[in-house]
């Protein structure tokens, strides 16, 4: 079974910074593109930034310029630095994959657990 494991949450002050890291693991076949999301209490759960298997990234625009997406497909990492942190990052973030499993032909959309962000004023 696939699965995505993030790490690298916590607790920050504003105009501080975090490195979000998500590892998938289990039966890959290959990836495809990988991103984050984040949700807020009461709010629903967002595009942060995406990458292509070539490298291509999107970014919403109220993190454009303050956070970085890269990828390892040797390890089959993501992760996401953030920068110049601001409270209304704080959010509960969230890694995703295209995965197509093992002996597979289909590709599969795979979510981590979350890892929670808080950022204090």
């Known amino acids: 079974q696939v699965q995505l494991v993030e790490s690298g949450g916590g607790l920050v002050q504003a105009g501080g910074s975090l490195t979000l890291s998500c590892a998938a693991s289990?039966?890959?076949?290959?990836?495809?593109?990988m991103g984050w999301y984040r949700q807020a209490p009461g709010k629903q759960r967002k595009l942060v930034a995406t990458?292509?298997?070539?490298?291509?990234?999107v970014f919403a625009d109220s993190v454009k310029g303050r956070f970085t997406i890269s990828r390892d497909d040797a390890k089959n990492t993501v992760s996401l630095q953030t920068n110049s942190l601001k409270p209304e990052d704080t959010a509960v973030y969230y890694c995703?994959?295209?995965?197509?499993?093992?002996?597979?032909?289909?590709?599969?959309?795979?979510w981590g657990q979350g890892t929670q962000v808080t950022v204090s004023s």
């Open positions: 289990g039966s890959i076949g290959s990836i495809n593109n």
């Open positions: 990458i292509t298997r070539g490298g291509n990234t």
């Open positions: 995703n994959a295209a995965i197509r499993p093992r002996a597979r032909s289909l590709v599969l959309d795979y």
